[in-house]
Structures are given as C-alpha cells and as structure tokens.
C-alpha cells in the first residue's frame, strides 16, 4: 500500500504588493513553509485539488469534478506565473480515475489543460524544482451546481482508499488544496474578507474536525465565505484524505488590499 | 443565478473566447460594441453595457468569473493585476529545514 506522506492546504492567489509589503511576503512565506514540508516528505505524486477559473472548463459543458491525466503540464501564465512545465503522472490518475469508477465516483478524465494560477501559482512556489510529478483534481466550484462541500470530503476518503488499497508498497503522496478563504468575485460584498469565519474553517481542520467541512452549504457559503469561498470544498477534499489527523496553521492574513482571506494549514501525517 | 431567467448566453460564449482569443480581447477594448454585435448579444443588453458595463454584467447576471474576465480585458477592473513572478525571484534556496 501506498502512504499519504504530507497534506497542506492553501490560498492560491495573490495581488498587489505595493502598500501590504509585508503581508504579501508573510504570505508567499507561508506558501513556501508549506512547501517545504511536502518537498522534504519525498513524495512520489503531489496531487493538488483546486478548481478552475474558466480558462481550460468552460460554461458549454459544465464539468464538476475532473482529474488530469498527462505525462506534462504547461501552466496557462496567469497571475505571472512562468511558464515552465512540470511532470504529470499519467498512470495515477489514469488509475484513480477507474478506482473512482467503482466507488461512487464518475469522473471526467482531462488531458489538454494548461493549469491556471489556482494550480500553478502553488506548485511554482511548492514544487520549486518542477519535478514531482503532479495529478491534478478539479474540484470545479465556478461550476453551477458546485461541487458541495460533503462531496468533496467524501472524494478525499477516496483518494486515500486509493492510495491504501490500489498503490505500489511504499509509494508517497502528497496532496495540496487550493483555493478560499472568503472572498466576493463580483457581488456587492466584493472587497468584504471574513476572517472570523476562515480562521474558525481553519481551526477545525487543524484540530482534527476537518469532517465539519463536509456539513457546509452552498447558502451558508455564500453568506459568509462568498462565492470564492466555495472554493474551500478543495480544502474539504484535503480533511477526506486525511481523516482525523491535525495540523497547524502556517499563516494567515485578512487581506483586504486583495478582497481576500489569505491562509494555509499544514497537517501532522506523522501524527497517530 | 435564478434557474427561471434565461442566462446571457451569448455574453457568455464572447467572455469565454476572450481566454481562448486574445485577439478578441484586444477588439472588446477597442471597440466594444462591434464584438458585442459580433456575437449576437441582444440590443437591450449591448445598451446596458454601452452604458455602465459593470452593472450592466450584475443586473444580466453574467457569471461572476465571466464578469471578472470581461472586465479586465476592457481595463475597467479595479484591481490591479498582479504577478507572483518577483516573489519567485528573489525567494532562498529551499532545502526542507524550516518546518
């Protein structure tokens, strides 16, 4: 069987730096902290969950849930992030992917995407190196309906039925959630951060409550989380992998310059 | 977005090739109105966005991503674009030491 050796999640945007100096780099800080940790668990995989922004998925035909599948990945450049490819591990997520198959799990096998900056900007920061190979999950939130919060949790508790049941003896595996905290895209509350409600998220999963995620609701997220904050199904998804297991917050900051929570978690897999 | 309203269509197919297009882009700058005809938006909606387009996007209930896109390939958003990239440059070595 396979191990989950390391499991992070973290915002996955950024703005502009002039006038928050110093939160901005509290903030690529923290990212790299995060990455740090998954470089030094040695992973064989890192799968990163994250949704779209509608630059590879379109409205045309609304895919919730997707994986990636290919030997490499060339991300789309936004945000500024280089344009450097980086490994995919085609046979992993070709093999999830029918695992999947046979537990309650229907999911849209994708090749030719260039990861926007909900991947890229993560991994350029994560996997500083571009050479773990990376299986990419689209938990695509922008999609209607969104993928729910429980659904992501339960594809989490997936994902490690995979790694335990249907991997090599000794392979490692990272996973990565993207996305969040709260943020307003173009509603009237643009600009709000709600940070009381991103750091209570943020305590129940490092407190070993991460399964609370899955209770949340696309109303009560929209209320007060926003519709960036449906993005926190991706983090659900990273509490599934890990089950009970707790961790530490690396950083947080109300970014309000941004119209953004900004944070990132780092779970204890050593932890019993 | 209410599931009894029409969705604006063909706002959305013009947003979505902006990304796929940026040639599109560069002509929703310029003129418009000309791409808004182009992709067969109807003429109450293209007066609405002559006159205010962003809320003109909200009232036609764009999605939300759609309207962040349009938006900034007219230069109206009101963030400023952003870029990882000298963060990237100026980072230390990385060696697993710190956590």
Redesign the interface.
Known sequence: MGRIVSAAATSHT????EGVEAQ??RI?DGI??I???I??SKPDVLLIATSD???NF???AQIPIAVGISDEWMPYGD????RNAFPGHREFSTEFVAFAAKHAFDLTAVENVRPD?GLA?PN??VN?DLDIPVVPVYINT?M?PAPTCARSYALGKAVRAFVEQGRPDAERVAILATGGLSHW????DSGRVNALWDLSLMEKIVSGRGEELAALSFESIMNDGG?GGLEMATWAFMAGAVGERTGKLIYYEEMTA??TGMGGV?MDMDAS | MRASRRPPVELHRLISELVRNPEWAARLREAPDQVHEAFGVPEDQRAQLNADPRKALRDLEVHPNLQFKYLGARGLLKLAPASISPFLEKRGPGNGSDC
Do not use: K, Y
């Not at chain 1, 950024?14 to 730096?17: E, H, I, K």
């Not at chain 1, 945000?79 to 280089?82: A, D, E, I, S, Y």
């Not at chain 1, 895209?185 to 009237?188: E, K, N, S």
């Open positions: 950024f703005g502009v730096s901005a780099q690529f790299d902290r990455g740090e940790a470089r030094a922004h509608l630059m379109s409205l045309d945000l500024g992030v280089p900056h900007m350029a920061i500083r922008v209607t895209i173009c509603l009237p519709n941004w119209w780092l």
